[in-house]
C-alpha cells in the first residue's frame, strides 16, 4: 500500500512539474520570438531562422528560472491533493505532513542533480549555437573582442578608419599597459598611444600616463598627457558579458575543465561564482518545495487555487528579487561572492525550518 501511495506521489508531482515546466516554454517562446523577429527585421532569412533560435535558447531559460517553476508546481500540487482530499487519505494511511513535505522536496533535490548533469550540458551547447549563430548576423559582426595568452585585444571600426587596442587582462573597472592603434580605411598608422592604466567603467575611457606617437610628413613627434580620453563602443560591463554567458557554460565543462578555463582568461571570481550557482540549484529547489509546503499543507480545508498562486507569484517575485540583490552585492564586494550565491538556500532554510515544524503538528 505504502508503494501504491509513494508511485502516486512521485508521478503526480513530476508530472505537474512537467506541465509547468512546458508552459513556461510556450510562453517563453511566444515573447522572445517576437525579440527575435525584431531582431531580423532589416535580414533577408526565413521565418524557421527566429522560430529555431527561440526554440533553441528558451531551454536555458526554464533551468535558470526553475526554482520558481518548481515552487509554483509543488504549490499547484499540493493544492490539488488538498482540495480533493487526497492529503486527508495519505493522513489516514500514515502519511504525516512532514513526510509528504520530504518525499517531495527529495524528490526536487534529485531533479535538480538530474538537471545539472543531464539536462544543463545539452542546453549550454543549444546556448553557444545560439550566441554563434546571432553573432553571424550581428550588426557589430565587424567588431571584435578577445582574450588570448597575451591578454585582451579589442578591434572597433571608426567613420575614419579603424582602432585596435591591446592591454593586460582586465583588473577591475582598469586596463594596464594599454596600447592604442589608429589606422585610416587604407590601413595606414595614424597615431600610437601607450596608456599605463585606463578605466573603462563607461564608454568614455579615462588614460593616465598617456604617450601619443603621430606621423606627420614621415615625422614622428610624441606628446605626453597625464590624462586622456577616448570613446569607445565597448565599456567593462560589455566587454565582461561578452565573455560572461552563464548559459553557455555547462556544469561538467567547469567541474572538469575550470583550469583550462583560467588559462583561457575566464576571471576565477565568474567561475566561482558560476560554479557555485549550478551547485545551489539543487538545495534551491529543495527550499522551494518546502516553501510550497509550507504555504499549502498547513490546513485540510479545501480552498480557492487562484489565490494561493497570486500569493505564490508574489512571493516568487521578491525571492527573485532578493537573489538578485544578494548577487549585485556579492559582485560589488560588499559580502563575499560565494555567500552572496548561498545566501537565498541560508535565508529560505531558516525561515522554512520553523514553518515545517509547525506543519508537521496539524
Sequence with gaps: MNNIFLNYLLKNFLKTC????????????????????????NIEVSIFTPLMLTSIFIPSMVIKYSPFIIFLSSMWFMLKIRNNKDLLTFKVFGYSNFKIFLILAITSFVLGWIILIVANPITSSMSKFYEKTKSNYSRDIDHLVTFNKNGLWIKENLDFGQRIISAEKPDGFFLNNVTIFHLDNKSNLLDKIVSAKANIFNNEW????????????????????????INSIYNHNKINSLFKNFDTMSFLDLIVNYKQLLKKGYNETFLNQNLHTMLALPFFLFMMTALAAMLTLNTLKKSDNTKFIIVGLVVSVLIFYFKDLSIALGQTERIPLILAVWAPVIALSLFIFIGVLQINEK
Design 18 to 41: 512537467l506541465l509547468f515546466m512546458l508552459v513556461f516554454y510556450c510562453f517563453g517562446l511566444i515573447l522572445n520570438l517576437f525579440e527575435e523577429i525584431e531582431f531580423f527585421k
Design 206 to 229: 579615462d588614460l593616465e600616463k598617456v604617450s601619443v606617437f603621430k606621423y606627420e610628413d614621415g615625422v614622428l613627434s610624441e606628446e605626453k598627457f597625464d590624462n586622456f580620453k
